[in-house]
C-alpha cells in the first residue's frame, strides 16, 4: 500500500521520472544529514529508491514534487541553495508567482517580480542587480541577475536560476521564450551538461552578468493564467520547471513544431504549404511568430538543433551518421550548423 493517500490511482497514468533526477535529489538529502525515510514517506513512495533502483522509475511527476517541496521545507530554502545571498523562504516563490498574476502583460508582471526580489533581498550589501533592459533598437531584452561575492558554482546557479524563471514566464503567457543569447557571470566550467540542458545555444562565460536575452515581443504578451491554475501549477512545479516545461500546446510554434516532427530526412514544408496546413494566411502566420517572438526558420533551426543534441547522446552513432538523420548530404555544412546553433562543434559537444 501506498504512503500518501492520493498516490495510486490518481496517479498510475502520470509520466515516468528519470531515476537520474530521484538520485540527484537523495544525494542532497544524504548531503544535508536529513531522515531520508521521513521526507520518502511525506513524498508518497512505498520504497526507498536507493535501496531498489528498478522501481526509481516508477516515481511519478507528483512524488517527485512533493520530494523538492519536503527537501525544501527541511532545509527552510525553495531554491535549494541556488540563490547565492541568502535561503529564500517556503512561501516565497507562490507570493511572487501572485504578484505576476495581476500585472495584466509579462513585462510588467516580470518588472513586479524583479521588485518584488529586491524588497526581500534589501538587507544585501552591495544590493544584488537584477535588471530588465530593452535594447536600442527594441527588438530584444535582457533579463540579468548578479550575485556579488559568491563563487564561481554559484554564478553558474544564478544562470540556471534565471532559465528556471523564464520557463515559468511561459507557462505564464503560454508562449515559448526562446532565449537568443546567454551570459555567465562565471568561467566556463570543466563539465557544463547542466548549463547545457537549459541552455542548448551558446553561453558566453566570464561575463560581467549572468544574463539572458530574449524577442522583447514576449513583453507584450498577455498573462493568460490565473490563481486556481497557479495553484495546479505550484503543486508539479519542480517538476515542470526542472524536467518538463510547458508553455502551451496551442501556440502557433507548438503547433509548427508538431508538424516538423523529428523525421528531417524529408523535406520540410515550405512557409507557402504551411499556411495551408495551419488553415491561415501568410500575413496571419508571420504576424502570429512574431508576436511570439520567433519565426518559421527558427523554429526548423530548433527542431534540427534538439534532435542533433539528442542522437549525439547516443555514442552508437557517429557524426557522419547524425548530419545525414538530419538531412544534411554534406557533413561540413551539418558541422557548420550545429557549431552556430549551440556554439560548439559536434564532436566537442559529444
Known sequence: MSRHSSTDASESTSPRVPAALIHSLLATIAASGLPRDRLLAQAGFAHDPLLDRALTDAATPAQYSRLCSALCRHLDDETLGTMPDAPTPPGTL?????????????????????????????????????????????????????????TARQQHRVLAGLAVWLRFCSWLIGQEIDVTRASC????????????????????????????????????AAILRNEQQLGDFMALAPYLLLHAPEACHNSTTRRIRGIIGDDFQRELPSFEELTGLLNMSARTLRRRLESEGTSYQRIKDKARRDRAISLLRHPGLSVCEVAEALGFSDPSAFHRSFKKWTGQSPGAFR
Open 185 to 220: 557571470a562565471g568561467p566556463q566550467p570543466a563539465n557544463n551538461d547542466s548549463l547545457r540542458y537549459f541552455f542548448p545555444g551558446p553561453v558566453q562565460y566570464a561575463a560581467r552578468v549572468n544574463a539572458v536575452t530574449f524577442s522583447v515581443r514576449h513583453l507584450e
Open 94 to 150: 507562490r507570493l511572487a508567482a501572485l504578484s505576476m498574476l495581476g500585472g495584466g502583460t509579462l513585462g510588467v508582471a516580470m518588472q513586479r517580480a524583479i521588485e518584488f526580489n529586491a524588497c526581500c533581498r534589501a538587507r544585501r550589501r552591495p544590493p544584488v542587480q537584477n535588471r530588465l533592459l530593452v535594447h536600442a533598437d527594441g527588438r530584444e531584452v535582457t533579463l540579468t541577475y548578479l550575485g556579488t561575492g559568491v
